[in-house]
């Protein structure tokens, strides 16, 4: 049998940025293939160079202060032979990208441009790149958002890309990016806060296409679980350098490299204990002062009578506080709460109908308990959340925090009543003020709340509560531009302490993180609610990490609580069938799921499925 050729070889990159400090090498000579009709990986933290390294191959990186110092990259392309894309004119370069390579950009609301329809973005590429007229410009994009399973294509054809949910804007940019049927398929980060039961159809899909078209899939993920069941092959990148590559279950079975080790380690599995140590890269590798990366040999030891008699002290001191709590009364009760959104049309705008975000819902919570609320977009657990705040106002219904009613209270009661209820937002980055200093967006709310007597006591407060998230004193003059997204999580954490609440709502606070940089932030949260005693409403699409981090579970579809139990009650005898469906839809990763998705791969691949 003939050996194939691959469909694109990249040997030796290496993209370079310069900066006013210096020049950064963010691809530091990585070389890969990619083949027809195969799903490679490439997998990393942020940083790792995993996305600049495909804008390397999209020669979407070829303008000061980002290059390609080196290296080739062999394209075998339809029309023009077999190309190097580094040394490919622009204007032929322009013919094979978005026609014979495709790309699916991370962030779909930046990608579709706001002022055009959906479909005409989608047409536009087909125009540009066939012979076709409008009209079958038209019927082509109406088939692929057919083909990309888009609930009523016709209609989301005219709309505009505000119009449409964040994993149909997802799909759109799905259809676009497979319009020109093109040889190579890159993914990047296209599931990234994307639900499991929508993160499950988009990968579904993109094999579906893959096997279909014989596509070539460069799937850039920071996320091993996702492309367990997907990727043929997988290529583990840090700090700019491949440190691993081989076969998917090689990779998970017999990693070889310890970051890989790190990062299988640090993400929560179903089968975890709740709540307890999540490991870190960090604890299984270290930098030597030469910047080489060595692997920690883990301790095994026995644990001595100390260590069995602190551990055994804590966990009766565990639950003799749990128990304590329980007979408290709750710290917040929900009666009845609605949430409606008038739907209006017409010239006089008259309401002709309501979504009903939040309808009718009711649960308690009591003092030092984990809440996790889970369920897919759009089912209304972000929107409750926020009316618990009243950053939403409610339609009706009580919300009872330490006795009072939140829904009744004037202006001035609300907002000194948000001492105690807080909450630590999605995108950390857009709740940080870009004008103000760390240290500002601490002290911020002491001063709001009359925390503190002088300026020095809210700064020391400040320092403190930076060491307590783990940050450096030397952070609290920096702006939030400086920091990681990780970072920037960190200090929201430390903004949402600084009035020591009873209570706060997680919206999502890391769905968008790095497995191990999450990890880090989740023993964060679980270390700080130990030692202030803290409640926590845990909002997550990611049902891993909800039963990981709650106590109890509230499963919400359309705007209604249709389940609710203990992580163990929830996970191994689910009683609705939408909760059934939402943890199916989790990536396992294990090895016997692993081989069924590959044999299901190679049926498919041979035509017999």
């Known amino acids: 049998m003939a050996t194939p050729i691959p469909i694109l070889k990249v040997t030796a990159l290496e993209t370079v940025f310069s900066t006013h400090r210096g020049s950064t090498t963010a691809v530091d000579k990585v070389s890969f293939e990619v083949y027809p009709g195969e799903t490679v990986a490439i997998v990393g933290e942020s940083g790792s160079g995993k996305s600049v390294t495909s804008l390397s191959v999209m020669r979407l990186i070829n303008t000061p202060p980002g290059r390609i110092a080196g290296g080739t990259a062999i394209f075998q ?150 492309v367990a069941e997907i990727a043929d092959r997988i290529l583990v990148m840090y700090k700019g350098k491949l440190v691993e590559q081989g076969k998917v279950l090689d990779i998970f079975t017999n990693p ?72 408290k009364p709750p710290l917040l009760q929900v009666e009845n709460l609605k949430v409606y959104f008038p739907i209006k049309k017409g010239f006089f705008s008259r309401t002709t109908d309501f979504v009903k975000a939040v309808d009718d819902v009711t649960f308690i919570v009591n003092p030092g308990e984990t809440i996790g609320l889970v369920g897919e977009s759009g089912c209304g657990k972000t929107t409750l959340g926020r009316a618990l705040l009243r950053l939403v106002e409610p339609t009706a219904g009580r919300i009872l925090f330490n006795g009072v009613d939140i829904a009744q209270l004037n202006s001035e009661e609300l907002r000194k009543s948000r001492r105690n209820f807080q909450m630590i937002f999605q995108d950390p980055y857009a709740s940080l003020n870009p004008m103000h200093t760390v240290g500002d967006a601490i002290i911020e709310p002491m001063y709001v709340h009359k925390l503190y007597s002088s300026e020095k006591e809210r700064r020391e407060k400040a320092m403190e509560l930076l060491d307590k998230v783990g940050l450096m004193p030397e952070h609290f003059q920096r702006y939030p531009h400086e920091f990681s997204g990780g970072q920037r999580q960190r200090i929201s954490i430390a903004r949402a302490l600084a009035l020591q609440p009873k209570c706060i709502i997680c919206d999502e606070s890391v769905s968008a993180l790095d497995v191990s940089v999450q990890a880090q932030v989740l023993n964060l949260l679980n270390q700080l609610k130990q030692e202030f005693q803290i409640t926590y409403i845990f909002i997550t699409h990611d049902l891993s990490v909800a039963k990981y981090m709650s106590d109890r579970i509230l499963v919400m579809s359309k705007g209604q609580i249709v389940e609710s139990g203990t992580p163990d009650q929830l996970y191994q005898n689910p009683q609705q069938e939408y909760t059934r469906t939402l943890i199916s839809a989790i990536p396992k990763g294990e090895p016997d799921d692993i081989i069924a998705a590959q044999q299901k791969r190679e049926a498919m691949k041979a035509g017999t499925v």
């Open 256 to 327: 070889q490299h310890p970051y890989t080790k790190g990062l299988l380690a640090c993400r929560p599995k179903l089968s975890a204990k709740a709540q307890s140590l999540l490991p870190t890269v960090s604890d299984f590798m270290y930098e030597d002062e030469q910047g080489n990366l060595l692997e920690k040999m883990p301790l095994v030891q026995e644990p001595s009578l100390a260590d069995v008699v602190n551990n055994y002290v804590g966990t009766v001191t565990d639950i003799k506080q749990q128990r304590e709590n329980q007979q």
């Open 77 to 226: 392309s339809e029309r023009f032979g077999q190309v190097d894309l580094f040394q490919l004119p622009e204007k032929k370069m322009q013919q094979i990208r978005g026609n014979e390579i495709s790309m699916i950009f991370q962030e779909p609301m930046s990608s579709l441009n706001p002022v055009y329809t959906c479909g005409k973005q989608v047409a536009e590429v087909l125009l540009l790149h066939t012979n076709i007229s409008e009209k079958e410009a038209r019927t082509r994009t109406i088939e692929l958002f057919e083909k990309a399973k888009l609930p009523r294509p016709e209609k989301i054809f005219d709309a505009y890309p505000h119009e449409i949910s964040g994993g149909q804007k997802q799909r759109v940019m799905i259809a676009m990016a497979m319009a020109c049927e093109p040889a190579i398929l890159i993914a990047d980060e296209p599931t990234t806060a994307l639900d499991v039961t929508v993160q499950a159809r988009m990968l579904e899909l993109i094999d579906e296409l893959r096997v279909k078209e014989n596509t070539a899939v460069l799937f850039i993920t920071h996320d091993l679980g996702v």
